[in-house]
């Protein structure tokens, strides 16, 4: 038992920093989630000028970006192992669930670099106020654990489709829809000042729809990956 858990958590890290290397050799993935975002944001910022925004819009905007950034980038995942034919050597050496685990470590750790930088310019350059830090990042980080735990899988499903870009974005925004309403309404009430207790439902579904994605994925993925 011990030795089957230890070799499922080297098999992850070696994923995980094999991932790293590429995308430090490429940064194909960070290219695509810093200047979507960023591009996204300025474009955003201009158009409504110095104008406050209401709390609903500001958050609406906060997490439309955050998605299509997320799907402008974190697809590739596993669709790089298929164009360059290093899936057939994972397939060999890894265990299935490893993989999903590395690449759910990176893909969270890509959205967390992300955010770490959108965010701040977000409050910049739309002037939006935060009435509730903690809130507001407890809700980025469960947002961001769901995201990356659905677009994931999704990544898997599609990598051998000959439609890739536009079958990932068809695929994600429907599955995602009730993690984007919750994390919309949870960040409106941390943008206007309100407490926890005013987001318990939307933390709910927040909490859950990490643990429902990563348990199905744990199930679905194996087969997935050996087809």
Do not use: H
Request: hydrophobic share 60%; charged share 10%.
């Amino acid at each position: 038992m011990v030795k089957k858990s230890s070799g499922f958590l080297a098999g992850a890290a070696a994923v995980l920093i094999k991932d790293i290397t590429s995308e430090f050799r490429t940064r194909y993935a960070i290219n695509a989630l810093v200047m979507f975002s960023l591009v996204t944001l300025t474009v955003v910022s201009i158009a409504i000028g110095r104008s406050n925004l209401n709390y609903d819009l500001a958050a609406a905007f906060l997490w439309v970006i955050i998605f299509f950034s997320a799907i402008s980038g974190l697809g590739q995942s596993f669709i790089k192992e298929e164009e360059a034919r290093t899936i057939y050597a994972l397939r060999l050496y890894a265990n299935p669930l490893a993989v999903f685990a590395g690449k759910f470590i990176f893909n969270s750790l890509l959205l967390l670099f992300l955010e770490l930088i959108f965010v701040p310019l977000f409050f910049i350059l739309l002037a939006v106020e935060c009435g509730n830090i903690l809130l507001l990042f407890l809700v980025i980080l469960l947002g961001s654990l769901g995201l990356t735990g659905a677009t994931t899988i999704i990544a898997a499903i599609i990598a051998k489709a000959s439609v890739k870009g536009a079958l990932f974005a068809v695929l994600s925004f429907p599955i995602l829809l009730p993690l984007l309403v919750a994390a919309i309404g949870a960040t409106e009430i941390a943008f206007s000042g309100g407490v926890f207790a005013d987001a318990v439902r939307d933390l709910k579904l927040l909490v859950s729809y990490p643990v429902i994605m990563m348990t199905a994925s744990t199930f679905l993925f194996e087969f997935i990956w050996n087809e």
